[in-house]
């Protein structure tokens, strides 16, 4: 079946470092993946997609290729902020084979700490 | 436009107890599904609904949870009797029409403490 992959976290980082998180992906067909962030006291939103092999999904400085050939979609980002504390989702969607057609399979999630 | 609302936020029952959780989706949103988030883990589909029919349930414990979405809009999740292991967030999110490639908007979460 489906599954995602995240780096073990936590990961902490000083402002301005550079951010990898990296997220592997196993799926039947051709799926679309996306980053979901959790910000302290709020609900999952969308950080970025990307629905075709080599797409590259950016938002707010971050940015995530997807990589057919690696299966791999890691997220990026070159200089953290403090309020880039949050907890990561590294997600895929596919709608091969017939069954639920755009429900999400995610990854366990990396808690990211940005300290001043 | 207005998101993804749920009610209650919290709750906290007792094993064997029943309880049941609200969503009311986006206006115009053809797809809702419901998620369990256990501590430390990624959100788990638990039934996914395409207008008010079930597209995909295989994840639902069917022997004590059930969910229904009237007329297309608003749905119910509840669970009879139930466990400690229930203890988690349960997400609803909906989407436009339920193809992979879209975004799906999340609510903020029930939590549920079972003692």
């Known amino acids: 079946g489906d599954s995602v992959t995240q780096m073990e976290g936590p990961v902490t980082l000083s402002e301005e470092a550079f951010l990898t998180i990296n997220c592997t992906y196993t799926a039947t067909g051709y799926p679309s993946l996306f980053w979901y962030v959790q910000y302290p006291g709020e609900g999952l939103q969308l950080l970025l997609k990307?629905?075709?092999?080599?797409d590259k999904g950016s938002n707010k400085g971050f940015e995530a290729t997807y990589r057919k050939e690696t299966t791999s979609f890691h997220l990026e980002k070159g200089s953290v902020q403090v309020s880039d504390s949050a907890v990561y989702f590294c997600a895929l969607s596919d709608g091969a084979g017939g069954t639920s057609y755009g429900k999400l399979t995610f990854g366990q999630g990396t808690i990211l700490t940005v300290h001043p | 436009e207005a998101g993804v609302a749920q009610s209650p936020r919290y709750k906290i029952i007792e094993k064997r107890q029943s309880v049941a959780f609200w969503c009311n989706p986006i206006s115009g949103h053809a797809t809702l599904y419901w998620y369990q988030q256990i501590l430390g883990q990624g959100p788990k589909l638990l039934i996914q609904?395409?207008?008010?029919?079930?597209?995909?349930d295989s994840q639902l414990p069917k022997d004590r949870f059930s969910a229904e979405r009237l007329k297309g809009v608003d749905s119910t999740l509840k669970i009879q009797p139930a466990k400690l292991e229930d203890s988690a967030v349960y997400l609803c999110?909906?989407?436009?029409?339920?193809?992979?490639?879209?975004?799906?908007?999340f609510g903020p979460g029930t939590r549920l403490l079972v003692l």
């Open positions: 990307a629905t075709k092999a080599d």
């Open positions: 609904f395409q207008n008010n029919g079930v597209v995909d």
């Open positions: 999110a909906s989407s436009k029409q339920g193809v992979p490639q879209e975004t799906q908007y």
